[in-house]
């Protein structure tokens, strides 16, 4: 019978430590730890840190390719190879 509770060891928590240095989001190391969301935001919040959420980042990454649109030149290509 599988045990109910899976202790983390000091390998699981230093892949947290880097996951979450790297900004990583809930799911993302949720997924790379083989762990539940809830499990990896409860660590990282005992650790002394916070993981970003999903709706978060991608409201980060739309803030950003929106600045990197708005100071390109007429003409000038964006990353994806289109012009403006």
Known sequence: MKPLVRRWTEEDLQKLRVLMSQGASAARCSAALNRSAS???KAARQLGGELAGVRELKAQRREMLEREERSLRPGQRRNDGSFV
């Open 39 to 41: 499990s990896v935001k």
